[in-house]
Nanobody, 122 residues
Framework: QVQLLESGGGLVQAGDSLRLSCASSGRTFTTYFMGWFRQAPGKEREFVAAINWRGTSTNYADSVKGRFAISKDKLKNTLYLQMNSLEPEDTAVYYC???????????????WGQGTQVNISS
């Protein structure tokens, strides 16, 4: 089992920055990939960013490229999402997820945090 706990959400204005954190515990050594997802009201959950367990490979949704940065601190077992130039369209609940396997070549996210709310005012 892997436990995930997000923090850092809040209400900010458009153009501001936020940094989300995700503390992980349990069998973190089984983690293959970690990612951030988000779900806006009335919309499906969507992928935001992911990073491999070594921290050497990242990928992003097109909508956040150049504005968001995913990183991890292996010693602290903590995942981060630095969000800059925030837009009202970024308003959503942000979830941290851990993948312990793959489906084909895609990470299989088995564990999820409870989410943290991010609200961006215009």
């Amino acid at each position: 089992q892997v436990q995930l706990l997000e923090s850092g959400g809040g209400l900010v204005q458009a153009g501001d920055s936020l940094r989300l954190s995700c503390a992980s515990s349990g069998r973190t050594f089984t983690t293959y990939f970690m990612g951030w997802f988000r779900q806006a009201p009335g919309k499906e959950r969507e992928f935001v960013a992911a990073i491999n367990w070594r921290g050497t490979s990242t990928n992003y949704a097109d909508s956040v490229k150049g504005r968001f940065a995913i990183s991890k601190d292996k010693l602290k077992n903590t995942l981060y999402l630095q969000m800059n130039s925030l837009e009202p369209e970024d308003t959503a609940v942000y979830y941290c997820a851990a993948a312990t396997g793959v489906v084909g070549t895609d990470p299989r996210y088995d564990y999820w945090g409870q989410g943290t709310q991010v609200n961006i005012s215009s």
